[in-house]
Structure formats: structure tokens, C-alpha cells
T-cell receptor
């Protein structure tokens, strides 16, 4: 089946720095990818929809200047957490629509971000 | 707007017992429904999905779910629980009106006792 690779799997950064998370679709093209955030023992909250070649669509309440999304190619979307603060610490997961598993979505393995 | 409600944040069963995880959805158009499983510090894995056709869908690891439109439900079942089934389970919905964004329920943690 389709595979989505997410990197890094975990990262620790200092407050005020920026962190980039990559989401790659392997062996398939993804014109649309989705970025989720998951707090401990909670569900996944959709942050934004990443569209190849155009601006991302952010969900209400998500700061677009804080969470920069770039979808420069059909296989890569990146999420950059800018000027990170401890409250940005979370588990971030991306997904892409699986072209083989019709209507299904393939998820990356997630990135654990800890801001100290 | 779409929404998903999972009844019970925690479910505990004995090994070999029936697993039943409840999910109710809200959607203004025919929905696409999913169950995902998540192990600690990992991404999500699709267990099964309903799009159209047969309302009883079978997934991986012996799980199945039945779409009941009249009850707006999509409960997940497995006849006999195994220790390896212990994980977090998420019910999700998407539809055309929502741009096919996937909306997740709050999740149900399944515990399996020996």
C-alpha cells in the first residue's frame, strides 16, 4: 500500500527557534496532504490542508504565521513551527489520500515535538 | 458540519472476549466512515472503511464494523480480543461537503486483560 514518510520522528528544540517537519508520499503523488496535531491522550485536531502549488487552507484558530506549510512538490509537504514555545509541544501527524486504498488516508508515523 | 462521537474513552475486556467500540456520526450527506488504530507514539493505521455498498465491512486483524444509517452508527467489533489489540482506536468521518477532510472522534483506549 501507499506509504507516507514523516521526518523527524522526534525533535527537541529551544524556545524561540523554528522547527521543520517533512511529510513525503512514497511511490505516489499527493496533491493534498493534511496536518494534524495531537495532545497527550486526546484526538487528532486538523490544523490545515496542504495543497500542492497553492496556499494551505488553515482551520479556524490555527495561526498561519505560526505554522508555515509549504507543499512545493507532489510528494513533499513541510510544516514549520516558527518561534516555538513550550505550548507548541505536541505530536504532529501528516496524512495523504491513498490512491490505492480508495477514500482512505495514509498517515505518517508522527513527530513528537518538545520545546524547552 | 461533520462530527463523530465515540462513547467511552476507555473500554476494558478480557482476552478472548467480544470487543465493541461505539461510534456515532453526524453528516449532512452520505458519509465515508473509518476506524483507525494508534499504538503509543506512532501514526495511525487504517483498520477498515465504509464508502458505499455493503454495510458490513471487514478490516484487518479480525475487526469489522457495520454502517447503520438509521442509527447514524458505525460500531467496531471483534469476536475475540487479543492482547495485541490493546491500543487507541479512532472513528473518523469525511464527506464531499467537508472537502474530504477527515474528522476524528475523541478516541477509545482499549485495554485487554489476561
Amino acid at each position: 500500500g501507499a506509504v507516507v514518510s514523516q521526518h523527524p520522528s522526534w525533535v527537541i528544540c529551544k524556545s524561540g527557534t523554528s522547527v521543520k517537519i517533512e511529510c513525503r508520499s512514497l511511490d505516489f503523488q499527493a496533491t493534498t496532504m493534511f496536518w494534524y496535531r495531537q495532545f497527550p491522550k486526546q484526538s487528532l485536531m486538523l490544523m490545515a490542508t496542504s495543497n500542492e502549488g497553492s496556499k494551505a487552507t488553515y482551520e479556524q484558530g490555527v495561526e498561519k504565521d505560526k505554522f508555515l506549510i509549504n507543499h512545493a512538490s507532489l510528494t513533499l509537504s513541510t510544516l514549520t513551527v516558527t518561534s516555538a514555545h513550550p505550548e507548541d509541544s505536541s505530536f504532529y501527524i501528516c496524512s495523504a489520500r491513498d490512491p490505492v486504498n480508495n477514500y482512505g488516508y495514509t498517515f505518517g508515523s508522527g513527530t513528537r515535538l518538545t520545546v524547552v | 458540519a461533520q462530527s463523530v462521537t465515540q462513547l467511552g474513552s476507555h473500554v476494558s475486556v478480557s482476552e478472548g472476549a467480544l470487543v465493541l467500540l461505539r461510534c456515532n456520526y453526524s453528516s449532512s450527506v452520505p458519509p465515508y466512515l473509518f476506524w483507525y488504530v494508534q499504538y503509543p507514539n506512532q501514526g495511525l493505521q487504517l483498520l477498515l472503511k465504509y464508502t458505499t455498498g455493503a454495510t458490513l465491512v471487514k478490516g484487518i486483524n479480525g475487526f469489522e464494523a457495520e454502517f447503520k444509517k438509521s442509527e447514524t452508527s458505525f460500531h467496531l467489533t471483534k469476536p475475540s480480543a487479543h492482547m495485541s489489540d490493546a491500543a487507541e482506536y479512532f472513528c473518523a468521518v469525511s464527506d464531499m461537503n467537508g472537502g474530504f477532510k477527515t474528522i476524528f472522534g475523541a478516541g477509545t483506549r482499549l485495554f485487554v486483560k489476561a
